[in-house]
């Protein structure tokens, strides 16, 4: 995911649902080279995701121009290396991410255009104001990697990996479908771990340590996992299913 805002500047209360299921993603980071700003005036338009009035659904099959076998959704793409990877391993499956961080979304669209792909579309904001306007049951795979840990005590409380969000999660995934999570910050491992196989609707589906110490066949290593490696950091992947 992208790197967070030290502020959420909204007044909600630290118990607040809605800013509990927030990823507190920033908007701008380096200035954009040329190619990029084409990229945003020329590309995005065609892959953009705009979030519906409340209390709409969003169009699946309009907004892809057909009818997908399944759809994912990736929360913080971060550079889109893993979005885009899906995307090319299963052009029948259409995918939505969700990235506050412009950059996040320019370096997307570099992956997106270059593999010539057409099952990918993007939401350049929070995801949480997307994902209500997800029928229920509407999603096959929702992945959450490497989002920020947010270490000090007093920020704990903007972890994403929180009840309003596994409830949620729980709400959009049909049976069997799958919550994969990612983390390279041990802490914030043994939080997720604490928390969402005690939530009803997910069973873990690690049989054995190979289960969270290798990577699934269909995973990369992102950027954020390629960075800890290199810091003598394992990224762990987790994988709930849906009861």
Do not use: C
């Not at 990029?36 to 892809?64: I, Y």
Request: charged fraction near 30%; aromatic fraction near 8%.
């Amino acid at each position: 995911m992208s790197a967070p805002s030290e502020t959420d500047g909204n007044g909600e209360a630290p118990g607040d649902a809605r800013r509990l299921l927030h990823s507190y993603g920033r908007r701008r980071g380096r200035r954009l080279k040329p190619n990029q700003k084409n990229l945003v005036t020329g590309a995005l338009p065609r892959f953009a995701v705009s979030a519906p009035e409340k209390g709409e659904r969003l169009d699946v099959p309009g907004l892809f121009g057909f009818v997908p076998r399944a759809l994912w959704f990736e929360v913080g793409f971060g550079g889109g290396e893993h979005l885009a990877h899906q995307a090319a391993n299963n052009p029948d499956v259409a995918l939505i991410g969700a990235e506050p961080f412009l950059n996040g979304v320019v370096s997307a669209l570099q992956h997106i255009e270059s593999r010539g792909l057409a099952n990918v579309r993007l939401y350049q904001g929070d995801a949480r104001d997307l994902l209500p306007s997800l029928a229920d049951g509407a999603l096959e795979k929702l992945f959450v990697l490497h989002p920020d840990p947010w270490p000090k005590l007093r920020h704990h409380k903007r972890r994403l990996i929180q009840q309003p969000f596994l409830d949620e999660a729980a709400r959009l995934l049909g049976p069997g479908g799958e919550l994969r999570l990612a983390t390279d910050d041990e802490p914030y491992l043994v939080w997720m771990l604490e928390r969402v196989p005690r939530h009803p609707a997910f069973e873990w589906t690690a049989r054995t340590a190979d289960d969270w110490r290798l990577y699934p066949p269909d995973a990369i290593e992102t950027r954020y996992a390629a960075k800890a490696r290199r810091e003598g950091r394992k990224a762990t992947i987790l994988r709930f299913r849906r009861r």
